[in-house]
């Protein structure tokens, strides 16, 4: 072997082999591969689930669920509204799993984006869009559906009082 002594044939081929392992680590850094997974990282796909209709003053679910990483990767979801009618207060609130609540304070129409992240890359977007209609305008409580009261001349969802004497507003 050229005259090399084995202590030096071993040292070299250890450095070899360290290079390659160092290599291989910095390509899986670059590509974003895993230990688990051969391949570069896919994207996740949102879905945010089928367009709606509520009412004004309801809490609308929005359900994510299906939504799913190729690669298996755990995903965190991430809702938006960036269309809102006039003067809504856009609130959503997480509930987990992929699901979300939505309180619709004003009738129109409402665009709800949802981005997942597998924490590695994000999806392309999907919009579920919510048609919100007006509350029934009312006088009295009898103007309303039964599980609703007259608040503010709107029918609102509403509870009896103890002993039956009348509702009021949740």
Not at 40 to 66: C, F, K, M, Q, W
Not at 127 to 135: E, G, I, L, N
Not at 142 to 169: I, K, N, S
Request: charged content about 25%; some cysteine.
């Amino acid at each position: 072997m050229g005259g090399a002594s084995p202590g030096v044939l071993s040292m070299i081929a250890t450095k070899r082999i360290r290079r390659s392992v160092c290599v291989s680590f910095l390509v899986c850094l670059v590509a974003g591969c895993s230990a688990e997974v051969a391949g570069p990282n896919r994207a996740p796909v949102a879905i945010g689930g089928p367009d709606l209709s509520a009412n004004e003053g309801d809490t609308v679910r929005l359900d994510a669920s299906a939504s799913f990483d190729p690669d298996g990767d755990d995903l965190h979801f991430d809702w938006r509204v960036p269309v809102a009618p006039v003067g809504a207060v856009t609130t959503v609130r997480e509930v987990g799993h992929g699901l979300a609540d939505l309180e619709v304070d004003r009738p129109g129409v409402w665009l709800v984006r949802l981005v997942v992240d597998d924490g590695r890359s994000r999806s392309v977007p999907d919009v579920v869009q919510v048609r919100v209609a007006a509350a029934a305008a009312c006088s009295s409580d009898d103007d309303c559906p039964h599980d609703e009261v007259c608040a503010t001349a709107r029918c609102e969802a509403g509870r009896w009082l103890p002993g039956g004497r009348g509702r009021y507003p949740v």
